[in-house]
């Protein structure tokens, strides 16, 4: 949040093309400080020039340019350090009062409104810290057996909590639920025993909403003697009264006074427990068999919570656990922040060892001013500490010049208050100084309201009263000057924007920005846009106007003209200085090579080697066949360093009789190949018809007597057939 108010303030002149302490329309020093913390109020009595109206809001730099001198009421926001003992390195051993773990402890700031400051806390977790921890029990019927369990454990805890602070006092109360229906059985049968009837546990005491059984006592014995004590007890529902308990064991210097809270009043509220718990300076454990309860971590700040084992056999291990989580982190808390201020800091800082220190830093900003002069107080708090940190906050809100404020003042023709720098009039007189009287026949001074004979009064944009032009309202801007002839908004505008909105609107004029020329102040100095990839601008093929390449080579294009087809490259354009550099023997001193390589800077080599990333390989072939070979890379003075091979790489002639000996060879390998290959073919479809043949073979069957082949050369065939012969029918047969 201060890096954004930095750069509003750095930015304010040129927002929107507006200077927003001069746009305010501010009649007064303290209506001036009110716009923005960065605006200025000179008071000075002659401030600016006769004939012109001069802002006496401004920004600081531009009141003292126009010449307002020391005058100037402008005041920032501070703080100052009351009280600021230092931090602790280890706690007291009797009550811990004494012991420091929060720096600075109290502070007062002055705020402007919009003008945010900072300050810098400290809290730190010290050693040996006393420890007071109170164990509130649920005692319905399905804590049984982890109250067996902990039948000991005080002694168990005391000598793991001793070794990590000598202080360590143990607390001890229970709770099961509202002796109501329906959270409780609230027959008559079930007032002394609400288990009849219940077959695997028959017998426990009455239900009870919360019970105090042990204050804080370094006495482990009381501790674990008050446990062995306690029985189990049976409610009808399955949430059990926590939040009643927690409540009436964190105020528990009023509980006991007045005694526990009515059955019949609701169970309290999350924002109700938070409150009392950081009141007290109470960190919560909630050692449960369910995850449920995480949630409340973030409702209730400082809170734990742990997973209980069904039998609370880790119950030990859970606390250690969760001390040590609390210890190792720091959660700030505000209380009483007044409606009119914003805070900034982070709240939480975790990671953190015991003896660490844990910086803050707060930033405070007012809104607004209150209506009346008042002093507000607020409070910083780390959650679960007693240190805190008391804020006082005043509001700077009016200016130091309205204190010597002078009622029928001279200055102001006697007839007004003189108050930083401008007359208030009284009712009837008008004027700057207050010397016109309303009503008064001003006839003879109207010509003063002209710019020039024949113009109208204040340019037709005002009324001439007492000599002077009081400009009208508008819309769309500010009329101003001697005669209304000045707006802000009757300028030259870019795609509807006003001065392209790099510029300020002065009677008709704009004047841009710095980085920016024009009419309409629609055109960048700035060439970084026009810059190459190769650092040359417009890719040295065109011109950088208003911040975009215009190129003039024919077919360059692109944003940098850095696309050019028909153009020669590079390495073309060195070539010339390459080729005239062989000819002469690598004379840079012929007169042509001189004129062809004057940017150059030639390196003979016999090897190119490309180490350099920036460098381009360029290469040509020769009249005689051979290959060139040269790179070039430009140097930040805009010459360009030449590495060229001493000689072009010409390769030998080839050999006729090796090229057809090759081809022979080329042709009878590939033949000798393909006959192995149909050799290979046919050799395993041979032995895959043989082995279909035996397959067939193995699966015939006969006598070895008989030949399966033989056909007799006698066959008979019946025919059976019918006909007519002396009028007689015969069937039979023939053979």
């Known amino acids: ?74 005041p920032a926001s501070n703080t100052h350090v009351l009280r600021s003992l230092p931090l602790s390195s280890k706690g007291s051993s009797t009550a811990g009062s004494s012991v420091i773990q929060m720096t600075p402890q109290e502070i007062t700031m002055s705020l402007r409104p919009g003008d945010q400051t900072t300050f810098q806390l400290q809290v730190r977790q010290v050693e040996d810290y006393p420890v007071d921890l109170y164990y509130l029990m649920d005692l319905s019927l399905s804590m049984k057996d982890d109250l067996d369990n902990i039948r000991n454990l005080g002694t168990k805890l005391a000598e793991e909590m001793r070794k990590l602070t000598s202080n360590f006092r143990l607390g001890f109360g229970s ?18 025993n609400p288990c009849i009837g219940y077959k ?42 926590g939040f009643d308990a927690v409540l009436q064991a964190a105020v528990c210097k009023v509980t006991f006074l007045s005694g526990p809270r009515p059955s019949w009043e609701d169970y309290p509220s999350l924002a109700l427990l938070e409150k009392e718990v950081a009141e007290n ?14 949630n409340f971590t973030a409702l209730i700040p400082g809170t734990t919570v742990e997973i209980l084992h069904g039998d609370s056999k880790n119950i030990i291990q859970l606390i250690i656990n969760a001390y040590n989580s609390i210890r190792s982190k720091v959660e700030l808390s505000v209380w ?74 001279p200055r102001c023709s006697g007839n007004g208050t003189y108050i930083c720098g401008l007359c208030e009039c009284n009712p009837s007189y008008l004027g700057t100084k207050c010397e016109c009287q309303e009503g008064e026949n001003q006839s003879g001074y109207q010509n003063l309201c002209r710019e020039a004979e024949g113009k109208p009064l204040c340019s037709g944009r005002g009324e001439c009263s007492c000599n002077q032009c009081s400009c009208f309202e508008s819309e769309f801007g ?31 004029e704009c004047k841009c920005h710095p980085g920016y020329i024009g009419d309409n102040c629609n055109c960048s100095t700035d060439i970084s846009t026009c810059r190459a990839k190769d650092g040359q601008i417009c890719s040295d093929r065109g011109h950088c106007i208003c911040g975009q390449c215009q190129c003039t080579e024919p077919g360059a294009f692109g944003e940098t003209c850095e696309k050019c087809p028909t153009c020669p490259d590079a390495c073309s354009t060195k070539r010339e200085c390459v080729e005239c550099l062989l000819l002469h023997s690598g004379k840079p001193d012929n007169q042509t090579c001189h004129h062809l390589c004057k940017d150059e800077v030639i390196t003979w080599v016999d090897t190119i080697v490309k180490d350099d990333q920036e460098a381009v390989l360029c290469f040509y072939k020769t009249a005689k066949d051979c290959v060139m070979m040269f790179t070039y890379a430009e140097l930040p003075n805009g010459r360009s360093n030449l590495t060229v091979l001493r000689e072009p790489e010409c390769g030998a002639a080839p050999n006729a009789m090796t090229i057809l000996l090759a081809v022979v060879g080329s042709i009878l390998l590939i033949g000798i190949a393909l006959l192995a290959i149909w050799k290979l073919l046919v050799t395993i479809h041979d032995r895959r018809e043989f082995a279909k043949f035996q397959s067939e073979r193995s699966r015939a069957r006969y006598e070895m007597a008989s030949n399966p082949l033989y056909r007799k050369p006698i066959s008979t065939h019946t025919v059976d057939f019918t006909f007519n012969k002396f009028n007689k029918s015969y069937n039979g047969t023939v053979d």
Not at 45 to 74: A, H, K, M, W
Not at 175 to 192: E, G
Not at 338 to 350: A, S
């Open 1 to 74: 949040a201060a890096l954004g108010q930095e750069l509003i303030g750095t930015s304010l002149s040129c927002f929107e093309g507006l200077n927003i302490c001069t746009s305010g329309s501010a009649t007064s020093c303290e209506e001036c400080l009110l716009i923005h913390p960065k605006c200025a109020w000179c008071s000075k009595e002659y401030f600016g020039s006769p004939r012109s109206v001069t802002s006496r809001c401004d920004l600081r730099e531009n009141l003292v340019q126009n010449g307002c001198g020391s005058e100037i009421e402008s």
């Open 175 to 192: 709770f099961v639920d509202k002796d109501i229906s329906p959270f409780s059985y609230t027959a008559p049968r079930y007032q002394t």
């Open 200 to 241: 695997l546990f028959p017998n426990c005491v009455p239900s009870f909403g919360f019970r105090h059984l042990l204050p804080l006592t370094d006495r482990v014995d009381s501790f674990n003697e008050e446990v062995r004590k306690q029985r189990v007890s049976r409610n009808r529902d399955a949430p059990e009264g």
């Open 281 to 294: 300076n109470i960190n919560l454990i909630f050692a449960v068999t369910k995850n449920h309860y995480y």
């Open 336 to 409: 009483d922040q007044p409606e009119d201020l914003n805070l900034f800091f982070t709240r939480k800082c975790e990671g953190l060892k015991i003896g660490d220190t844990a910086s803050f830093e707060v930033s405070v900003e007012a809104r607004s001013c209150p209506n009346r002069h008042v002093e507000h107080m607020f409070t910083l708090r780390p959650v679960g500490f007693r240190d805190s940190l008391q804020v006082g906050v005043t509001y700077d809100c009016t200016c130091g010049c309205s204190i010597g404020l002078e009622p029928d003042s």
């Open 478 to 508: 500010r009329i101003y000057g001697p005669f209304c002839e000045c707006d802000s908004f009757s300028c030259a505008r870019n795609k509807g924007v006003l001065c392209s909105g790099h510029g300020e609107c002065h009677c008709g």
